[in-house]
């Protein structure tokens, strides 16, 4: 269990790491014209990404517990994977979730960092 735990974020993190990134800056480049508002987009969503991976690293233990008792292996024995039930789906699931939980959270930043680059840049006018 404790080797899915640590295979699941040595996989998840790097991941999450990268596709939020791209997703930031998709979302500053669709949300703004000039660079200067997309650099407070990224920021912003990047810091509140960052600081919601705390909170998924700690929902995904819980969530890694949950699983390793009775339903983890429920759910494998119906996916067909007796053997290696539990490990999988836990690692799979916490790579997944740890994901999530931090793009959720750096979406909401680039949106505050929208706000933000807006109430700053608003009196200015190329």
Do not use: C, H, K
Not at 21 to 45: D, F, K, N, S, Y
Not at 98 to 122: E, H, K, P, Q, W
């Amino acid at each position: 269990m404790l080797l899915s735990i640590i295979l699941g974020y040595l996989i998840g993190v790097p991941v999450t790491f990268f596709l939020t990134r791209q997703l930031l800056r998709v979302l500053a480049q669709r949300m703004a014209t000039g660079e200067e508002p997309r650099r407070w987009i990224r920021t912003v969503g990047g810091v509140l990404g960052a600081l919601a991976l705390a909170p998924a690293i700690f929902a995904g233990v819980i969530f890694a517990g949950y699983m390793g008792q009775r339903p983890g292996g429920t759910i494998g024995n119906v996916m067909g994977m007796q053997d290696l039930a539990v490990p999988t789906v836990v690692g799979v699931a916490l790579a997944i979730g740890t994901f999530v939980i931090v793009a959720v959270a750096a979406t909401l930043g680039a949106g505050l960092g929208l706000l933000m680059s807006r109430a700053i840049f608003a009196g200015r006018r190329p």
